[in-house]
């Protein structure tokens, strides 16, 4: 079992940077491929970015690719999400996702993600 906490959310300007976090509680994540979504009202979950499960290679959707850049700890137990240039359009609740089954060719898939956190909001408003 794996459990999942993001923090970091919160309201900020157009253009503005701001980093969100997921911490596994009680293990690393290694192994695991961990994958950030969203989800606005309205919208179905959208795919953000992912670590492959060896760690060795990231992932990133159209709509963020070149603002958003994915990090972790030494640890293995934290995922960051760095996000620059917001814009308002990404506003919507982050939700980080980890699962071990997870191959290349379906990381941008939700369904094949076995863990979830609870989310966490970001707001880009002026």
């Known amino acids: 079992q794996v459990q999942l906490v993001e923090s970091g959310g919160g309201l900020v300007q157009p253009g503005d940077s701001l980093r969100v976090a997921c911490t596994a509680s009680?293990?690393?994540?290694?192994?695991?491929?961990t994958a950030w979504f969203r989800q606005a009202p309205g919208k179905e979950r959208e795919f953000v970015a992912a670590?492959?499960?060896?760690?060795?290679?990231?992932y990133y959707g159209d709509s963020v690719k070149g603002r958003f850049t994915l990090s972790r700890d030494n640890g293995k137990s934290t995922v960051f999400l760095q996000m620059n240039s917001l814009k308002p359009e990404d506003t919507a609740v982050y939700f980080c996702?980890?699962?071990?089954?997870?191959?290349?060719?379906?990381?941008?898939?939700?369904?094949?993600?076995?863990?979830w956190g609870q989310g966490t909001q970001v707001t880009v408003s002026s």
């Open positions: 996702a980890a699962g071990r089954g997870v191959i290349t060719s379906s990381i941008r898939s939700a369904n094949q993600y076995d863990y």
């Open positions: 009680g293990r690393t994540l290694n192994g695991y491929a």
């Open positions: 670590y492959s499960r060896t760690g060795g290679y990231t």
